[in-house]
T-cell receptor
Framework: GQSLEQPSEVTAVEGAIVQINCTYQTSGFYGLSWYQQHDGGAPTFLSYNALDGLEETGRFSSFLSRSDSYGYLLLQELQMKDSASYFCAVAKAAGNKLTFGGGTRVLVKP | DVKVTQSSRYLVKRTGEKVFLECVQDMDHENMFWYRQDPGLGLRLIYFSYDVKMKEKGDIPEGYSVSREKKERFSLILESASTNQTSMYLC??????????FGQGTRLTVV
């Protein structure tokens, strides 16, 4: 079987930093992705880590440790528009199968 | 821009009906996916397809089937709709090991 664990909810104030952790148990792991979904909207891609280390894209960074089966998404300089759900997803089976975690709801307060 | 189009935003069907949810993508992606999204459960994979006529079960395939006769189109079929299949259904497509693009979703209510 496979599973992805991430916190269900995080609350922070504007300008703060939030880290969303994701641990996974799966066979045939190819990479870890992160997606953002605003209420009523479709999930949109944020980042993908296939190798260990940190990937930075503007205010968002993503980290992967394959040996620890662990990754995180770091949201810096939080803005109100960052209030959304964030999902980690594992790519497996030659990169074809994409399985999502339960999602973390981030609430940004003024 | 990549476009993934789902045929309906909202759908109401009766218990026992056969239901077809259609998804079309315009980027020549090999992979296509069907997920259902329920509060607190995230996105759960129903089926995915990595080529025409090729499909694999996801984590919750029971009560569903799929069809991929053309590369751009992936259909989800509920053979006999039940109330526990009331949910938001999301279609996505991607190249292998690349970002997935999602449609806007179909909110299905089975009464």
């Amino acid at each position: 079987g496979q599973s992805l664990e991430q916190p269900s909810e995080v609350t922070a104030v504007e300008g703060a930093i939030v880290q969303i952790n994701c641990t996974y148990q799966t066979s045939g792991f190819y990479g870890l992705s992160w997606y953002q979904q605003h209420d009523g909207g479709a999930p949109t891609f944020l980042s993908y880590n296939a190798l260990d280390g940190l990937e930075e894209t503007g205010r968002f960074s993503s980290f992967l440790s394959r040996s620890d089966s662990y990754g995180y998404l770091l949201l810096q300089e939080l803005q109100m528009k960052d209030s959304a759900s964030y999902f980690c997803a594992v790519a497996k089976a030659a990169g074809n199968k994409l399985t999502f975690g339960g999602g973390t709801r981030v609430l940004v307060k003024p | 821009d990549v476009k993934v189009t789902q045929s309906s935003r909202y759908l109401v069907k009766r218990t026992g009906e056969k239901v077809f949810l259609e998804c079309v993508q315009d980027m020549d992606h090999e992979n296509m996916f069907w997920y259902r999204q329920d509060p607190g459960l995230g996105l759960r994979l129903i089926y995915f397809s990595y080529d025409v006529k090729m499909k694999e079960k996801g984590d919750i395939p029971e009560g569903y089937s799929v069809s991929r006769e053309k590369k751009e189109r992936f259909s989800l079929i509920l053979e006999s709709a039940s109330t526990n299949q009331t949910s938001m259904y999301l279609c996505a497509s991607s190249f292998p090991r690349a970002e997935a693009f999602f449609g806007q979703g179909t909110r299905l209510t089975v009464v």
